[in-house]
């Protein structure tokens, strides 16, 4: 049985996750451990790419407690692990650290697996890209990195 570590959080849901993972269950038996680094909810795009308005002061920000943070990526994954058990795949998970490098390192330091798949915003949104996310991880942990952008956010 193929082992898929799988990191994202705002993409968790996304159609072209959901077909990578259709596609790795089509080639046999595989079983996906889902990664959810709890990402501060002032660094997510939906938030990120709003224009900043004017203030007295300077520029609004968003700020929420790390707990937000947690509570929102608890929520993404347990719909995901609802869809995946739906559609048949074997599938659990964690909400972990915002890093995603550590979140990685953790999950690999009480598993094993085959295959990290990294997802994504697309480039023009995602911080993982512009942090060469992918490259890294392969380097790091000398397994096999796919990467899959979503085309919507």
């Not at 509570?71 to 972990?96: I, M, N, S």
């Amino acid at each position: 049985m193929h082992r898929y570590l799988v990191v994202a959080n705002q993409t968790l849901g996304s159609q072209e996750l959901r077909d990578l993972i259709s596609e790795r269950v089509a080639h046999g038996p595989a079983e996906f451990w889902l990664v959810v680094p709890a990402t501060q909810v002032s660094d997510l795009a939906s938030i990120a790419a709003l224009p900043p308005m004017p203030v007295v002061g300077g520029v609004p920000t968003i700020s929420a407690p790390p707990e937000e943070a947690r509570r929102l990526a608890q929520a993404k994954l347990q719909a995901t692990l609802k869809e995946l058990a739906a559609a048949g795949a074997t599938a659990g998970g964690e909400v972990c650290d915002p890093d995603p490098m550590r979140a990685v390192e953790d999950a690999l330091g009480r598993q094993e697996f085959d295959e990290i798949i990294v997802s994504t915003l697309p480039a023009r949104l995602s911080r993982w890209l512009h942090q060469d996310l992918p490259a890294r991880l392969g380097r790091k942990f000398h397994l096999p990195v796919t990467h899959v952008a979503a085309k919507d956010v």
